[in-house]
């Protein structure tokens, strides 16, 4: 197993994404390339630390966050981003993980692997911490607009996703919307419902926001508008309430003794609801394994990237990603 | 002042839509007609309560949860929405609130009253707590479809509402949109980027899912079904961390101990973050005055719907979004 790290991606690269590699390297035993300035990145490691299971794949470029993706790409021929799906093309390397451009990273997977047959556009899925569990959310920000069978395929995706990565049997799935009724919601979903329902699929139906946090339903699908606004409100809104609940216990005495009880309550809560503690947002779709992380992502996010990214392969989701989009007729 | 209470809308009604309106009636000293099946209604109240408080307008037909709302409208024609708002109408009332089925109240209230002049579509606005206050979020469910122009018009409005209803001065305005730049986003979202960046009123961009529980901005604007899926993605957010917490508490004697210290501040904290507290999701750009509550609403909520409705007419919000409108060109 050896993933490809765009080491020059993100708000806090190389460094941070360098620590997470190396954590990820002793602490998982899986092997790395380091995609980006070789004697930086070389200068950000111990010997050490390397074990052996650190390697280099220089290259001069990187995309940075504000660029247009793909006028970066055809640009910047040796953008670290493209150099490690190619790594990944020729063999090199198992899956790529990044915390830059999340743009850049869907196009350089697509432009460099291509799609899994049929599909017409990936989605970036997450997996979110719920009452009860977690629940795969799809897409959340590779397509602002989608029509209905993108809709669906991402369903179809989600669910050997959800089955292979995350084991879970016949995953039940929900089309977000505005109410449960079918007639409900636009043009789009309407549609994308009727797509649903006439598949042999786990569809459950529309599913509203609060079946989100609640982990009503196993997988969530929406466009990637929505979906993005989703996903930063959850991470707004923990942080707000962890916040809120600090704040509040300060206000009294009984509160500050009770907030020394709760230190390690409160941070076993952090940590449930904490999306580094997920590793990253799998693309969907490419004839590959691709992670995206957070712009802002810690070494602890980048460690978990690279986790999740190592178990994506060795959980075969791509065959049985393929099967599940020929067998549903979305392929 | 008299509020109209739609008395056979909601899920608990007419039972807590009643005691709502009482409470509203003694502790707020608000006039209330409430409106449906007389017989039943005044079965539901002691004399004493009603204080000289609570009128009524008879009708027999409700308009149900899951009736389409124009069909339902023209076959019940004493349907108790549209008889509210007819009292509005005819100067025997000055505002409704209803539990109902909110698309038959905001059809009910542009069918009777029409809209405030130039507004295309009126939308309906919720307040939100955060982590500094409060924020504006329009448009949470009447459109799902929004062309730019109207997402620009539920600005102008959400900025006299701000303005008029929550006292704040040039209230900031925040498009909500997948990342700060301005060429993020849908066609829809980045057209309407234009219109408020060429307008005078205080837009400061774009915004982030994460910036409404923040309090980044007062206002939020969005088209109708990523307003709802956002706002029921909140509500469930706080619910499930509430629930969270206690469990996590209830897992170590140390957290049950604090649990017992934390009752006052959770419930602080739990007040803090409950829409009930609110009142109700007033409409915005019809010539009237209409508040549209939860359908499961609690006697709490439908008792500051009344109160929210009371002060939206007090605070002549209708006189300042009309000036508003015509100064931005977006009447």
Redesign the interface.
Known sequence: MNIAVDAMGGDYAPEMVVQGAVEAASGFGIDITLVGDENRLRGLIDKDQAQGRIFFRHCEHVVEM?E?PLKALRKKKDASIGVAFDLVKHGLADAVISAGNSGATLAAAVLTLGRLEGVERPGIATILP??RGCVVLIDV?AN??CRPGQLFQFGVMAQAFACSFLGIKDPRIGL?N?GE?K?K???QVRSAYGLFQRSDINFVGNV???????GTVDIVV?D???G??????????????V???EN??M??S??R??LE??R???D??RR??DYEEYGGAPLLGVKGVGVICHGESSAKAIRNAINTAAQYVTTRVLEKMSLQLKKSGAG
């Open positions: 504000d247009s719920t009452e920000g602002v607009d977000l505005i009724e007639t919601g636009n043009e509203e926001g609060r079946d989100i946090p609640m929406c990637g508008f929505v993005n606004v989703v996903l930063k409100t959850i991470e707004g809104n923990v942080e707000s309430m916040k809120l609940i509040e216990l206000r009294s009984s509160g003794t009770a009880l709760l390690r309550p409160i076993r809560f449930r609801l």
